[in-house]
């Protein structure tokens, strides 16, 4: 674990001088069915430095029980990362992914 650390560290110094902002896209596994099981994820790809953290909500409040990918990087050197988590949607629920990325925030909503 420590190793992984240093070497994210390690990539994030050499990508320091190149910051990119993340390329993010919120989707569902299959079409949204009220009440029936789902998938919802929220992907992030093309951005450096690695310092990014990926929330899902649900009207607007944090989802629980979140799982996320190993960050890993392109031959470019730019990161990406996947958060994901089971849902059960409901009638009228929004859903949207809070990215934190090199102090900014930006949300980036479930499109129907």
């Known amino acids: 674990m420590m ?3 240093l070497i994210l560290l390690s990539l994030g110094l050499i990508c320091a001088a190149s910051v990119s ?3 993010v896209n919120v989707y569902t596994y299959k079409p949204i069915v009220t009440g029936e099981k789902n998938v919802l994820l929220c992907h992030a790809k093309e951005f450096s430095p ?4 990926l929330e899902l909500l649900q009207d607007g409040a944090a989802i629980q029980n979140t799982k996320q990918s190993d960050i890993s990087f ?3 050197w730019k990161f990406k990362l996947t958060t994901y988590v089971e ?3 409901k009638e009228g629920a929004q859903y949207a992914c809070r990215v934190l ?3 900014d925030t930006k949300i980036v909503k ?3």
Do not use: A, C, M, T
């Open 50 to 53: 690695p310092n990014i953290k």
């Open 3 to 5: 190793l992984r650390v």
């Open 87 to 89: 849902i059960f949607p």
């Open 74 to 76: 392109e031959p470019n």
């Open 21 to 23: 902002s993340p390329q």
């Open 101 to 103: 990325h090199n102090g």
């Open 110 to 112: 479930l499109e129907s």
